[in-house]
């Protein structure tokens, strides 16, 4: 059966490969490239997508740069990019980042699977660790590179992936979707 998210997050699918072919990431105007794929239950991982767009909003990255799935509901498209990428449904929320510059070296970093991002995901239980969180780390290295300079992502708590490439991922994405 088909649900409002499953073509919300098949737009977006679209409009995300679209946006990828009209724009060049490389070109070093913005340093990363973000997917989120997230769970609805998950709220935490929804507040953080909210602060890496403000980010990327204020530093003017386009669409291409940062894209969320799944905010209301695990859509095929989720599945899908999940299946392209090697990870499945118990991987969430996470968030796949790679420099714009090298969109093959991705790093998947596990966001909190909570309401919040305070008390059970926080291991102080008191809403003073967003410091220790790696995708507060990821959120920081973004802030302080300049235009034009490589994202460094060594030492970054996640899990390096083999083969994909963001600027692929919708692509392939879609074939499996469709099938």
């Known amino acids: ?8 997050d098949h737009d977006k ?5 679209d946006d990828l072919r009209a724009n060049s990431i490389v070109d070093g105007e ?46 095929s498209t989720v599945r899908g990019l999940l299946e392209q990428i090697g990870l499945t449904e118990s991987d969430l929320p996470v968030m796949l980042l790679a420099p714009a510059a090298e969109p093959a070296s991705v790093i998947a970093v ?10 059970g995901d926080d291991p102080n239980g008191d809403g003073t660790c967003d410091y220790l969180a790696p995708w507060q780390d990821v959120l920081d290295r973004i802030r302080i590179t300049k ?22 991922l919708p692509a392939a994405a879609l074939e499996t979707v469709a099938a």
Request: overall charge positive.
């Open 1 to 8: 059966m088909s649900h409002h998210y499953d073509e919300h």
């Open 13 to 17: 699918l679209l409009r995300w490969r």
């Open 30 to 75: 913005f340093p990363a490239m973000a997917l989120f794929l997230v769970k609805p239950q998950a709220a935490g991982s929804h507040e953080i997508f909210r602060r890496f767009r403000t980010e990327f909003e204020q530093r003017d990255a386009s669409f291409a740069h940062l894209v969320v799935f799944g905010m209301h509901g695990v859509s």
């Open 110 to 119: 596990q966001l909190p699977a909570g309401e919040s991002l305070e008390g």
């Open 147 to 168: 235009r034009g300079r490589p994202l460094r992502l060594m030492g970054v708590q996640g899990r390096k992936l083999d083969g994909p490439d963001l600027r692929d």
